[in-house]
């Protein structure tokens, strides 16, 4: 199994396919200070949706501080569209991640009558690839909280200020 990531590791490129079929490149593309990158198990997993629903939730605040949200899966792209759709989750919402696609991250992969599919693997990405956090579970429970993540997310941004002789804006 490969090795895990943690906080400094740098994250080779990641290319995920978008639901028009053209691709996205992580971090190369990230269009945020950050990126929350949450590789779940699948669209029928309840963990997998509530969790991917709190992201939604909070999408406004995450944009507000510079942090974008994708999450992809092993379920099928056109799955992943009926779920984006049915549950009003407006971030990028991905389908047919492979094994092959995410070689690397050190990710534990699962089969049984859901099929072949990844356990949980969330990744909170600096712009340039640097991971900041980096969470790796074996079943549905473990993921990066989004309250978390913003936390940390303030956390950086006030210190980053702080080092550059700013002060920083009220959490």
């Not at 949706?49 to 999408?59: F, G, M, T």
Request: overall charge negative; proline content about 5%.
């Amino acid at each position: 199994m490969p090795v895990k990531l943690i906080q400094g590791d740098k994250l080779l490129g990641v290319t995920l396919k978008l639901a028009d079929g053209g691709d996205l490149v992580i971090p190369d593309q990230m269009s945020g200070r950050y990126v929350a990158l949450l590789f779940y198990r699948g669209n029928w997993c309840p963990y997998c949706v509530r969790h991917l629903l709190s992201y939604q939730a909070k999408l406004t605040e995450l944009e507000q501080i510079g942090a974008q949200v994708i999450a992809a899966t092993a379920d099928t792209p056109e799955s992943s569209r009926v779920l984006a759709a049915e549950r009003g989750i407006t971030f990028p919402l991905l389908g047919g991640v492979t094994e092959e696609t995410v070689a690397g991250l050190g990710a534990l992969w699962t089969d049984d009558n859901h099929g072949h599919y990844m356990q949980p693997l969330e990744l909170l990405v600096l712009r340039g690839g640097t991971i900041f956090g980096s969470m790796y579970a074996s079943g549905p429970v473990g993921r990066m909280d989004v309250d978390e993540v913003i936390n940390a997310i303030r956390s950086r941004e006030r210190r980053r200020l702080e080092q550059a002789g700013r002060t920083a804006e009220p959490a």
